[in-house]
């Protein structure tokens, strides 16, 4: 009987354990929430993603905005603000990845909560119930009715909507983040940034198909990455947050491989002070996607750039 009842027992703790990591599935994958929003990008296969991701001289620009774009009343890392600009024209979302207590990945720049939310301590102390009662803040520190999104809902959500750059903060292990991008089937609209080419390599390694953010502010830095044995249509290359060098960016479009420039800051600045078409010179110049805290204000510019040459692309809707 007392076996019987240590089993019974046993059983029971299973069984509640079961649902609670099921409920804990559905709830950080759940969508509903989130506003419908046409899509923009026409990725039927992960080889159309290498194809529009390869410079051509027909390379439609793009906007990527940092950490998804932020603004009054519209916080960073979250997905009713990716959902304001998508809606508005193709953009990819750069945005970062970090790790609950409970290993539920977020959504959010900081390691610390109160800057973007009315949280205090670190994100990694913290259960995933706990960071989901908490609230954002937006670009002027105000408390909106928007909670912390977890990666996975974010990837559901963008499949045709955004393009991602994933930014994989410290101490979150690249294999958690590809296996989510593998579980939503999102390896035709994701990115994962790095920062080395150690980096890169050990994420070409773990997903040979995934896409792959560089640093290259040097010709000797693709060359690393060659030598490791990345295949140039895995590779964007992010030049950096000041004007590259023209022999640069040719050496890149021999390579078929896009730029990535970022214009916060300074360059973000100097468009505000010269006027937005500032972002279309950037693009002349060589850069193929603008990284801008000034997501509204590029897209006019590239908007009209793009009409001005009549640049079409069968991936854009």
């Known amino acids: 009987m007392k076996y019987k009842k240590t089993f019974h027992l046993l059983g029971i703790l299973i069984t509640a354990l079961f649902f609670q990591s ?3 599935e559905n709830k ?19 080889e159309d993603f290498y194809q529009f991701l390869t410079y051509s001289d027909e390379s439609y620009p793009l906007i990527s905005a940092h950490r ?3 603004m009054k009343d519209y916080p960073e890392n979250c997905i009713h603000t990716f959902a304001k600009l998508a809606s508005k ?3 990819i979302i750069e945005c970062d990845v970090r790790m609950s207590k409970d290993s539920v990945l977020v959504l959010m720049h900081d390691e610390t909560l109160q800057r973007t939310s009315t949280g205090k301590g670190k994100v990694k102390d913290k259960t995933y119930d706990e960071l989901s009662n908490l609230f954002l803040k937006d670009s002027e520190g105000q408390e909106t009715r928007y909670r912390i999104p977890t990666l996975e809902q974010a990837l559901l959500w963008g499949k045709g909507i955004v393009i991602y750059t994933l930014d994989v903060k410290q101490h979150v292990p690249y294999d958690l983040v590809i296996n989510l991008i593998k579980k939503t089937k999102s390896e035709s609209n994701s990115i994962i940034i790095t920062y080395s080419a150690n980096q890169a390599a050990l994420v070409n390694r773990l997903a040979p198909d995934l896409m792959i953010s560089a640093s290259i502010k040097k010709v000797d830095d693709l060359n690393r990455l060659n030598n490791l044995g990345i295949p140039d249509n895995r590779l964007v290359a992010f030049v950096g947050t000041t004007e590259a060098d023209s022999t640069l960016y040719s050496t890149l479009r021999q390579h078929g491989i896009k730029s990535i420039l970022g214009t916060i800051g300074n360059l973000d600045r100097s468009a505000e002070r010269a006027g937005y078409q500032r972002y279309a010179e950037f693009v002349e110049k060589g850069a193929d996607i603008l990284s801008t805290d ?6 006019k510019a590239l ?6 040459r009549n640049i079409r692309s069968p991936f854009i809707l």
């Open 22 to 24: 099921c409920f804990l």
């Open 28 to 46: 950080t994958g759940a969508t509903d929430q989130f506003p419908k929003v046409s899509p923009n990008f026409n990725f039927q296969t992960v």
């Open 68 to 70: 998804g774009g932020f």
């Open 89 to 91: 024209m193709p953009i």
């Open 294 to 299: 000034r997501p509204f204000e590029a897209m």
């Open 303 to 308: 908007t009209f750039y793009i009409d001005k």
